[in-house]
């Protein structure tokens, strides 16, 4: 059965965490790995991370680190995985009971990267809309670009996908640090590089909208760090793209 090493960042989510780790940790039929990564967090989260890491030490594994924001937990905790496959999920959010588990046909498969759908949900886990998009058996990544691309609202979240590792790790993916929107940087990219896509009719993934979300930050700097990070993704992958064996359509559309 293959593994999922599911990365988990935290930073001052005290409120948050408990929701998100009892969402994995409900996952049936599957093996798992939970790896929590503390980026520097000043709040109570270590010590609830702490009572969990005590009562599920086969599957919870715990590592703090000085902040680094988002994209350096993430990538560190890449590192600490030996799953078949990867996923993240982000600590403020969680995910449905049975979502692994309706993936495991395409795990099996060996897919290279599996779609599930988002719900966005309030403070109190209302849900507020839920997202919808196209379904695929098995695709190209460069078809399933088109498709996504053509029909999806939402193809950049980072935790909408579960990947093969071996994947993954042989086109040495990585988030860019200090930087806003760091799904785009990387997400389009890895979805046109796979093999293989599927994209299932799953709503699996809760996105918890939170009153302090980076996109509702009116901070006149970060807006404009927004907006300049943005224009730096999008030239990088442009030069990814025409440096790859990809069809060149693909830095037209971006």
Known sequence: MPKISVVVPVYNTEKYIEKCLNSILAQKNVSIEIIIVNDGSTDNSASIIRNYETQF???IK??????????????????????????????????????????MQYMLKKIDLIKYKCVRVDENYNEIERIDGPIFEC???????????????????????????????SNNFSFPINKYHEDWAIVPFILITASTVVSTNVYGYNYVQSSNSITRNNNDEKIIKRAYDMLEHYDNLISRINSAKIDKRFSRKL
């Open 57 to 59: 030490p086969d599957i």
């Open 62 to 103: 715990y590592f703090e680190k000085e902040n680094g924001g988002l994209s350096d937990a993430r990538n560190y905790g890449v590192s600490k995985a030996t799953g078949d496959y990867i996923c993240f999920v982000d600590s403020d959010d969680f995910i449905n009971e049975g979502l692994f588990d309706s993936a």
């Open 139 to 169: 695709k190209s990544g460069q078809d399933a670009f088109n498709t996504l691309y053509a029909q999806d609202v939402l193809i950049e979240p980072a935790w909408l996908y579960l990947y093969r590792k071996d994947f993954y790790e």
